[in-house]
């Protein structure tokens, strides 16, 4: 039998998820059970986390830990989780997000905070712990590194979304904390690295097109073939993809995609 994750660089390395409990976060938890990392699931959904943590093979691999990232002292007990559960913290990956659907001459400050807080408080605060403990640790023969900082942003960021200005504006924000965070960390061999998804359906894609449909009086069907039509494959993203990048950014030695942006499929048109 094959043990997974055997003679991968990661074996055995462990790693935080936020958001895991998404469709993207839980196909990264996965992907990186599979290649041998041991993981910290976190998100604010505990029933679907604790599914999760049982799915992957249990606490000696996987372990949940509800947290809401926009919370300082959750984000602290998140993070310091897997140094204390499996004797380190090689990889950080950022992925709980929120987004919204609003005219832009409607959006609430409510609104706008929110996500804000969670899309790029979260990250920050998370990086910040995650650093810290990263810096406290010897680098890694393996990869290089005392760790790495993987953000979910968005090509999002690259174009205006009239409808989701809270949610642009905090994926250009991380793009610049990302890049900061790059700069600064790197002389302690600890990479950040953003990675774009392609239009992934289930979680977030579907539900705010749905809304955005419905606020613009769209047709969602035709919503669906025109966004397929400018992808390079014409079908939406598979999450397994996109996780695969993810490892990428955490199995690839040294600080190759240190301050890089790592476009999983992009719109053609863009
Ligand atoms: N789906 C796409 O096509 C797409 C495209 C571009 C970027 N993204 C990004 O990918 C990430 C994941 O999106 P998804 O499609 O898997 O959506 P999803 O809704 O399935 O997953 C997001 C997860 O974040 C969790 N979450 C929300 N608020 C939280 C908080 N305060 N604390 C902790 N967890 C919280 C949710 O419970 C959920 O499980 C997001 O950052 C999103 O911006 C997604």
Excluded at 80 to 108: C, K, Q, Y
Excluded at 137 to 149: A, F, K
Excluded at 188 to 215: C, D, F, H
Aim: with cysteine; aromatic share 6%.
């Amino acid at each position: 039998m094959v043990t997974p994750g055997a003679g991968s660089p990661v074996a055995g390395q462990a790693a935080v998820v936020t958001g895991a409990a998404g469709v993207i976060g839980a196909a990264i938890a996965r992907t990186f059970v599979d290649a041998g990392l041991r993981v910290v699931l976190g998100d604010v959904r505990e029933e679907e986390l604790d599914r999760l943590a049982a799915e992957l093979g249990g606490p000696a691999v996987a372990v949940a830990c509800p947290a809401d990232v926009s919370r300082p002292d959750d984000v602290r007990r998140l993070v310091r989780m897997a140094p204390e559960t499996f004797g380190r913290l090689d990889a950080l990956v950022n992925v709980a997000g929120i987004t919204h659907v609003d005219d832009i001459l409607e959006v609430s400050l409510d609104t706008w905070r929110h996500v804000l807080a969670v899309n790029l408080e979260g990250p920050l605060l998370a990086a910040q712990e995650a650093a810290r403990l990263m810096s406290a640790q010897d680098i890694d023969p393996g990869t290089r590194r005392r760790g790495v900082i993987v953000n979910i942003s968005s090509q999002g960021a690259e174009v205006p979304i009239p409808t989701s200005t809270a949610y642009g504006v905090s994926k250009v924000a991380l793009n610049y904390l990302s890049r900061t965070l790059a700069t600064a960390l790197e002389e302690r061999a600890i990479a950040a690295t953003i990675v774009y998804p392609g239009m992934v359906y289930e979680g977030m894609w579907k539900w705010v097109n749905r809304k955005r449909s419905r606020l613009w009086g769209d047709d969602f069907d035709e919503v669906v073939l025109r966004d397929l039509a400018e992808t390079p494959t014409g079908s939406f993203q598979d999450p397994d993809d996109l996780a695969r990048m993810v490892l990428y950014a955490v199995t690839t030695p040294g600080m190759v995609t240190n301050g890089r942006i790592l476009w999983s499929e992009a719109h053609l048109e863009w």
